[in-house]
């Protein structure tokens, strides 16, 4: 049996991704799986083994951190080794010439786009930043046996590269049958509650749809990504008056986010127009296909191309309020048409866009770098 670590520095052990798709699907086909990963706030699961440790706060820890993952992963004595994380290249390329095991990158962003769209790094930063990431990666990849990454615009990236295109769709067991019992009046947004992710334009544009649809619901299931952006939620809900239409359900374990989703009619979409949003698919648009949710999405290209090949949903311009409120109460007017537009969406999921047709992908990947 062949022995495989996974290594993530940032990501909770219990990560969809990582732990519930990776992890579960190589442990089903024989592998002898171990997961290094940040300490969990509370146990969800113990299907697969977890090697814990502290997560660092400051850049001095995060360092010093980076050795003592490789100590870890060199205890594990596996044959492959599978990190998630960019700040773990250099973990990568440690086991590549000490260890002389192959090491997968698994690319979830793409990771320039990603910092010219931080607003927390200074303007001036971000340029050398950028650079200073491609360089170290280059060199990276020269030692580094494979790259799993999602999307076609983020693997142009790295087709001089042993690569595998690896989406993040849903598993199946989560979402086994097609909702029946919605909420035909409730709207969600899924994930983490960010300003670039077109949150306040999604509210303002909600606060027009009250005024003609005051049964409307919207429930956020996420967290804030700080406590000052989530003031400047709450004070633009209170202006809006609809404090009583708005709920938010911070983070809920993994399995359990499919009750949410499955109960609501809409799922929404509406990140803004930031480097990385512009290549990258996220995870909930797919969750709400396979909950037969109508979607409405943001009018990115390859946002739209998974709308018009399933027939499931609208595109919006996420920066106007105007038409995410029009398209929202298009829906919201017409039951008969949203719940045509979930059963499209549902049905592309059953059809395409699910985790087991990336599985193969997966174990193929797998199996050709370790008979090699």
């Known amino acids: 049996m062949k022995k495989v670590c996974v290594i993530t520095s940032i990501h909770s052990p219990y990560d969809g991704r990582i732990y519930h798709k990776q992890c579960k699907s190589l442990k089903r086909a024989g592998y002898d799986v171990v997961l290094i990963a940040p300490e969990p706030e509370v146990a969800e699961s113990e299907e697969i083994p977890l090697i814990t440790f502290k997560r660092p706060s400051g850049v001095k820890e995060r360092l010093k951190s980076t050795f003592h ?11 492959l080794y599978h990190f998630h994380d960019p700040e773990l290249m250099i973990v990568g390329i440690m086991i590549e010439v000490f260890l002389k095991k192959p090491v997968i990158y698994d690319v979830h962003e793409h990771y320039p786009n990603t910092i010219m769209g931080r607003e927390y790094i200074p303007s001036l930063v971000k340029v050398p930043m950028k650079y200073a990431y491609v360089g170290i ?9 494979g790259v799993i990454y999602t999307t076609e615009e983020i693997g142009r990236r790295y087709r001089r590269y042993n690569g595998c295109k690896i989406e993040n769709y849903p598993l199946k067991q989560m979402f086994p049958e097609a909702s029946k019992e919605k909420d035909k009046n409730q709207i969600i947004y899924l994930g983490g509650i960010t300003k670039i992710r077109g949150v306040l334009q999604l509210l303002e544009g909600f606060g027009e749809v009250v005024k003609k649809a005051p049964d409307a619901k919207l429930l956020f299931l996420g967290s804030f990504e700080s406590t000052a952006f989530k003031e400047e939620v709450d004070q633009l809900i209170n202006k809006l008056g609809i404090d009583l239409n708005v709920t938010f359900i911070s983070r809920v374990p993994y399995e359990q986010i499919s009750a949410y989703v499955e109960r609501s009619a809409i799922g929404v979409l ?3 127009p930031y480097p990385n949003h512009l290549v990258a698919l996220p995870n909930k648009l797919f969750e709400y296909m396979a909950a037969s949710n109508a979607i409405i999405a ?8 998974v709308i ?13 309020p105007k038409d995410i409120a029009m398209k929202l109460n298009q829906l919201l007017s017409s039951p008969s048409k949203t719940k045509e537009l979930g059963e499209n969406a549902r049905r592309a999921f059953e ?3 699910n985790w087991s047709c990336e599985e193969k992908k ?6 050709a770098l370790l008979t090699r």
Do not use: C, R, W
């Open 69 to 79: 993952l490789y100590k870890l992963a060199k205890k594990t004595k596996a044959d």
């Open 137 to 145: 990666e280059k060199l990276a990849l020269m030692k580094i046996s």
């Open 270 to 272: 509406p990140y803004l």
């Open 298 to 305: 943001s009018n990115f290209s390859h946002y739209a191309k």
């Open 308 to 320: 018009e090949n399933s027939q499931g949903g609208l595109v919006i311009n996420p920066e106007d």
């Open 351 to 353: 059809n395409t866009y």
């Open 362 to 367: 997966l174990l193929e990947f797998y199996h």
